[in-house]
């Protein structure tokens, strides 16, 4: 009924009701009609896009696998001075490059990787936190740049976001150990234990454990996996 109404005068959907469907279609995992509406709606018939719908074309890219894809709309986003990236658009772009391993081409894709820090910071300072940081820092450790990377941890840490959820902390705590900041590491994982007091925050989950545990597995120190396995006693009991 939508692609009917989109050939009348009078009675055309509206961007929200385009939106409405596009979005029910990614819902539905079915992301190819949703790229299809998306062209249908808003190329085609020339139906005035928002954010929301950019949103919407670059989520279903992300999940077909088509990386690039989502970040040519993201480019074009960035250029056109009607509709700039919102923090969901940023979200959706980081979580989907860091699903895909491409940690390095979340930032080298664009022109700097400071650049797309300092737009992190302006567009949504409540998402820049220890997953786009370990994004940074992953890369920095990679470009043999050890000081920034550590710059930019040590900025979290004065920023107290140590509070953070679990599944963030568990990210940071990889690159750290992957980098050989296993110190660093310990530290963190040791903070998280501290910062968990349910029911009122939740600062660890089972795949903290795991992610130390096989730490120390990995390195041969069979009685410091056993001391860390017992602390999962004591935190399943808070």
């Known amino acids: 009924m939508a692609r009917q109404s989109a050939f009348s005068a009078t009675t055309r959907p509206t961007v929200f009701t385009c939106n409405a469907i596009i979005g029910a279609m990614l819902h539905a995992k079915r992301h190819n009609q949703a790229l299809d509406l998306y062209e249908f709606f808003f190329n085609l018939f020339k139906i005035v896009p928002n954010i929301v719908s950019h949103n919407f074309v670059i989520n279903a890219y992300c999940d077909e696998g088509r990386i690039d894809a989502a970040l040519d709309v993201f480019r074009k986003m960035k250029a056109d001075a009607s509709i700039k990236p919102s923090p969901v658009t940023y979200q959706i772009i980081t979580k989907a ?39 940074y820092m992953q890369w920095c450790f990679v470009q043999r740049r050890e000081k920034e990377a550590m710059e930019c941890y040590n900025s979290l840490l004065n920023r107290k976001c140590t509070m953070m959820r679990p599944e963030t902390c568990n990210i940071l705590l990889t690159v750290l150990l992957s980098s050989g900041k296993k110190t660093e590491a310990w530290d963190l994982f040791h903070d998280m234990l501290d910062n968990h007091t349910p029911p009122t925050f939740h600062g660890v989950d089972s795949n903290t454990f795991i992610v130390m545990v096989n730490e120390c597995f990995k390195l041969g120190k069979v009685d410091e996996a056993l001391a860390t396995l017992k602390k999962v006693g004591t935190w399943n009991q808070a």
């Open 97 to 135: 490059l860091i699903s895909a391993g491409r940690i390095e081409d979340a930032l080298v894709n664009f022109d700097k990787a400071n650049e797309l820090i300092d737009d992190l910071k302006r567009w949504c300072p409540n998402y820049y936190n220890g997953v786009v940081s370990a994004t």
